[in-house]
């Protein structure tokens, strides 16, 4: 009788063992189906950023030409800001600098900041440039304003190019 027992208590003893062998691989299951929903489910913030800048679609874009028909650049307009490209190499040092962004840009600008200040407006006008050794590869203007201040700033810009690109 005691043979009897001890060789139940052995069998026990080892469907126990198999049992907590099925139940960790279980658990391990659960862990990468757990991991893998996190993944889809959730995205960083680089990658939200990431997916909304690719599902972003412009406005329009235009095709900015010299009055020879050359193309000089393009714009691509966003609801609240425009990309401005030049087509050929533009360094920002010269007009660029000079006239496109201290003298419209700048002014601009303070106007804007100014009138955030007086609770006129709720965003001032921002810029940046992209550039790569000096040679200018975007601007991207936010919170440019009404349709009549985007007319003028992608104006100011083409007239910009066609002078700058002058051999």
Same mark, same amino acid.
């Given at each position: *009788?005691?043979?009897?027992?001890?060789?139940?208590?052995?069998?026990?003893?080892?469907?126990?063992?198999?049992?907590?062998?099925?139940?960790?691989?279980?658990?391990?299951?659960?862990?990468?189906?757990?991991? *893998?929903?996190?993944?889809? &489910?959730?995205? !960083?913030?680089?990658?939200?950023?990431?997916?909304?800048? &690719?599902?972003?679609?412009?406005?329009?874009?235009? !095709?900015?030409? &010299?009055?020879?028909?050359?193309?000089?650049?393009?714009?691509?307009?966003?609801?609240?800001?425009?990309?401005?490209?030049?087509?050929?190499?533009?360094?920002?040092?010269?007009?660029?600098?000079?006239?496109?962004?201290?003298?419209?840009?700048?002014?601009?600008?303070?106007?804007?900041?100014?009138?955030?200040?007086?609770?006129?407006?709720?965003?001032?006008?921002?810029?940046?440039?992209?550039?790569?050794?000096?040679?200018?590869?975007?601007?991207?203007?936010?919170?440019?304003?009404?349709?009549?201040?985007?007319?003028?700033?992608?104006?100011?810009?083409?007239?910009?190019?066609?002078?700058?690109?002058?051999?």
């Amino acid at each position: *009788m005691v043979e009897e027992l001890l060789q139940l208590r052995k069998s026990i003893e080892e469907k126990i063992a198999e049992l907590e062998r099925e139940l960790e691989l279980y658990r391990k299951i659960l862990a990468a189906l757990d991991e *893998m929903i996190g993944k889809k &489910s959730f995205t !960083t913030a680089a990658e939200e950023r990431e997916r909304r800048e &690719s599902a972003r679609k412009p406005l329009e874009v235009q !095709t900015l030409k &010299s009055k020879d028909g050359e193309e000089l650049g393009t714009a691509e307009i966003y609801e609240d800001e425009i990309i401005l490209k030049p087509r050929g190499q533009v360094r920002l040092e010269g007009l660029l600098r000079r006239f496109f962004i201290e003298k419209l840009l700048e002014r601009y600008k303070e106007e804007d900041e100014d009138a955030v200040r007086q609770g006129k407006k709720n965003a001032a006008l921002e810029y940046e440039v992209q550039e790569e050794d000096g040679v200018v590869k975007a601007i991207v203007v936010k919170n440019y304003g009404d349709e009549n201040r985007r007319r003028d700033i992608i104006r100011a810009f083409r007239w910009t190019l066609e002078r700058a690109l002058k051999p």
